[in-house]
Each structure stands twice: as C-alpha cells, then as structure tokens.
C-alpha cells in the first residue's frame, strides 16, 4: 500500500531576448520549489495497493497560498531591485532580492563606512541563523536528525542563531555587513552566481547592479578591497567563482564544501574521460557510479538514481534539482532552446562536445591555470578552501585537484590562501577541526568574520578607510 497525491507545477511561456519561447515555471517569492510554490494545484493524498483494478481519482482542489515577506527589523533588512541585465534576457521584470544584516551601532555611526561580506548559498526566506530571542526553554527537543544521530536538533539551530546575535552586537566584534542574496530564476533556487547562456548575467548583475546598489544604501566602502565572499556548498562554489571570474572586485572568498570546482571530479564522473556519467566501464563489467555516502563511505544512492529522480520531476533540466541546474547554468543553449545535455539523462552517455563547453566556461581549476597570467596577481592570497574528507556527494575529490594546481602557482598556501579538510567530517564542513559538524556548519558568519578582518588588514591600500567601522 502507497499514498498517492497530485501535484501541479505551473509553467508560465517566456519569451526571450534571443527569440526563444520556453515553457518555465517562474519564481513566485519560495525560491523556486515546486513544492511550495504559490498557486501550484495539489490533492488530498489518496491511499493505493499496486496492482489494485480500477481507475486512482485524485482531485486537484487544493492551492499552495502566497508567500509572505520577510519584515524589516531593528538588524535586519530587505531589498528588492529590478534588474535590467535580467529583465532584458528574460523579456519580463526580473528581480534580485537581498536581506542585510546591519552592524552594531549603525545608526549611532553615521560617519562609518562598512566592508561587505557576501554570504552565498540557497535560496533564503529570510537571513538565516540570527535571532534576537534565545529559544524557548520549554521547546520540544524529541526531534530526531539521521544524518547527525541526535536529538533536539531544532533547539540546538535556534540557540546557534542567538549566540551569534550575542556575537554580532559584542564589544569586541568586526562591524561589516553581510548580505545573502535572493535570486532564484526559472531552473533552480539560485543561480550559481554567474553568467550564463540559459540563465543571463547573474554573475554582472549581482556584482554591478545590486552589490553597488547596497553599498550605497548601506553605507559600504565599496571597494574590491572591502568585498569578501563565502558559502557552503552551491554557496562554496559560487563564492570562488564569484573571485574567479571578478579577481579584482572582491578582497577574498573562503568556499566550504564547495559543488565541484574541477569537472575532472564531478562528483565520481571525469566529464572529460569517462564515456558515461552513471557507470565505470571495464572489460568484462560496468559498477554503477555512487553518488552518496556516509562518513564510512556507506553509500546510500547513485548518480544514476538521482538523474532518473530529477527526469520525472522534470524534463529539459525543469526538475528544480541539483544536477539539472549544473546543467542549465554550465551548458550551452540546445537546439530545442533548452539547456543542452551534458550527459543523456536515462543513459548517462556523456556528450564530449558539451563537456569542453563546460570546461572552458565553468571549470573553475582550469580556467584559473588558463587565466593565471591574467587573474593569477588579483588572486594571489585570496583563495580558500574547506572540504571534508568524506564529503557526503564526494565534492572533496574536485578539491584535491584544485589544490594540486594552487601549490603549484603559490610557494606557501598558509602564507597566502589555505585549503584544508576535515577528518571524517561530511558535507558543510566550514573549515573547524574543533567542532562536529552539525555545529560547525552553522557557524559560517563567525568563522569567517574573523578571517576577513586579518585580511583587510593585511591587504587594505595605503590611505584605506580601515578605522570609521572600526568602533
């Protein structure tokens, strides 16, 4: 016996710059997820036996409601712009929304102009992991979380967020402001924070038209010197895609368990040698390609599994899911005017001429060793890297190779950069060898705060405002 329930994901036709007419399904305020997306039609679950005779009516008579926006607060604000890079691409008004968190003393500082920290990752209702009220002593703690084996998992979230409220308005805490960033578009919750040809110019839009945007509202410096990135996992990655391909308008990034930086590692697939994207070939035999472990290297599922799951969600990289948006932001624009595949969805056979489109555009380590003559002097000091070395979908194997090349082009990374893995420690490790990492991934802001600071000082030019937020 199943539950069976009917979901109705809305598409919307748009009609695009180049002349292509799609079929997509919009943001509406949720950040992309069909689930929960406003106006999407659903059923009341239905009980069925396989194999019973008969037709299974299912009833569309529920809708998802609106979503409701996030209010301002005292620390806390909300901006939404309307891009013009965007809206040109897509043919329609096309948004950027950000939540800021304002420093300590904002209003008692008005002479004080403040260094930008840029917090990437998914999409976030609000600003994630502040909270000005400790939690409730009397909160329920019965609640159980596999991946991390313990109990009062939500308490322990909530008590995080407002030990970093204690933080953020101590004494003795770097005033800058952090910003994370709404830009959920048609295929995904974001968009990886760069240019693409299925997508358009996030990568432009987000650096020359929104993060100007805040500064001035908000009192930036508004320097590359007084700009940092960091993130975990899509937020990893496109924290050092962000430095890569913008060396000069960001002072350093630090990317923890970032999506695969080297398509060599892309996840368990070479993209540019193995054949197919779902098996290893030999001989006599193929074994099917893992694509998710536990820290003992149990593995739970294949890359296969994942692709096919993301084929009934959705076809032409629709499916709102991890490997479907790698492809709709790497790949280049296919016959049909949707993101041409990297590898057949039901097969795994990989398309060569996709991957060299994709190596030559989003491979992060290869265009940084093509480039290093180039962007290699507005790097220099500026990378870091955290991965743990049992990173549940196997992102510490990209990073390896990312550090082979750094080594190669930087005499003591510790002197510069670092990278540097966690022992044991699964995915959203942060760099933390002191902490488990249910507790060391929510503590992005503190971690790297602090870093940020050692850097502006180290790097800020001579006549710099290092001393109006220094209060």
């Given at each position: 016996e199943y539950f069976a329930q009917a979901v109705l994901h809305r598409y919307e036709t748009f009609k695009l710059k180049d002349g292509r007419v799609l079929k997509l399904p919009p943001d509406r305020g949720e950040g992309q997820n069909w689930r929960t997306a406003p106006g999407n039609f659903y059923s009341v679950p239905v009980k069925v036996t396989v194999g019973q005779r008969g037709e299974i009516k299912v009833n569309l008579t529920r809708a998802n409601p609106p979503i409701e926006p996030p209010k301002n607060t005292k620390y806390v604000k909300h901006v939404r712009i309307q891009s013009k890079l965007l809206s040109e691409f897509w043919g329609r008004p096309m948004y950027l929304g950000t939540h800021v968190l304002l420093p300590e003393g904002f209003d008692a500082h008005p002479e004080a102009r403040y260094p930008l920290c840029v917090f990437h990752g998914h999409f976030p209702a609000d600003f994630d992991g502040f909270r000005t009220e400790p939690p409730d002593p009397k909160m329920d703690t019965t609640d159980y979380i596999e991946r991390f084996k313990i109990y009062g998992?939500?308490?322990?979230?909530?008590?995080?967020?407002?030990?970093?409220?204690?933080?953020?308005?101590?004494?003795?805490?770097?005033?800058?402001?952090?910003?994370e960033i709404q830009h959920a578009n048609p295929y995904y919750d974001d968009s990886y924070a760069v240019n693409s040809a299925n997508l358009g110019s996030y990568g432009d839009a987000i650096t020359y038209e929104l993060i100007p945007y805040i500064e001035q509202q908000f009192r930036g410096i508004g320097q590359g010197w007084a700009r940092f990135l960091y993130g975990g996992s899509t937020g990893g990655w496109e924290a050092l895609a962000a430095q890569v391909f913008y060396p000069g308008q960001y002072g350093g990034c630090f990317a923890a368990c970032p999506?695969?930086?080297d398509f060599r590692a892309?996840?368990?697939?070479?993209?540019?040698?193995?054949?197919?994207?779902?098996?290893?070939?030999?001989?006599?035999?193929?074994?099917?390609?893992?694509?998710?472990?536990?820290?003992?290297g149990h593995v739970s599922t294949t890359v296969e599994a994942m692709n096919h799951l993301e084929l009934v969600l959705g076809t032409h990289s629709r499916s709102g899911g991890q490997w479907d948006i790698w492809e709709a932001v790497?790949?280049?624009?296919g016959p049909d005017g949707y993101p041409k595949r990297i590898f057949d969805?039901?097969?795994?056979?990989?398309?060569?001429?996709?991957?060299?489109?994709?190596?030559?555009?989003?491979?992060?380590?290869?265009?940084?060793?093509r480039d290093w003559v180039k962007i290699g002097p507005k790097l220099e000091g500026k990378i870091n890297i955290y991965c743990g070395d049992m990173d549940n979908f196997y992102l510490n194997n990209a990073v390896y190779l990312a550090e082979d090349f750094l080594k190669t082009k930087t005499k003591n990374m510790q002197?510069?950069?670092?990278?540097?893995?966690?022992?044991?420690?699964?995915?959203c490790w942060n760099?933390?060898?002191?902490?488990?990492?249910?507790?060391?991934?929510?503590?992005y802001n503190t971690m790297y705060v602090p870093k940020i600071l050692k850097l502006i000082e180290k790097n800020a030019p001579k006549g710099a405002d290092v001393k109006s937020w220094r209060y």
């Open positions: 998992y939500k308490k322990r979230v909530q008590q995080e967020a407002y030990d970093f409220y204690k933080t953020w308005t101590g004494p003795n805490f770097p005033r800058m402001l952090i910003i999506d695969p930086i892309y996840t368990t697939v070479n993209l540019y040698k193995d054949r197919n994207a779902y098996y290893t070939e030999g001989a006599f035999k193929r074994v099917p390609k893992p694509g998710h472990r536990d820290y003992l790497y790949s280049p624009v969805k039901t097969t795994g056979d990989i398309d060569s001429t996709v991957a060299n489109y994709w190596r030559n555009n989003y491979d992060l380590t290869h265009i940084m060793q002197a510069g950069g670092e990278v540097t893995y966690g022992d044991r420690a699964e995915h760099g933390d060898p002191t902490q488990p990492n249910y507790i060391s991934r929510l503590r």
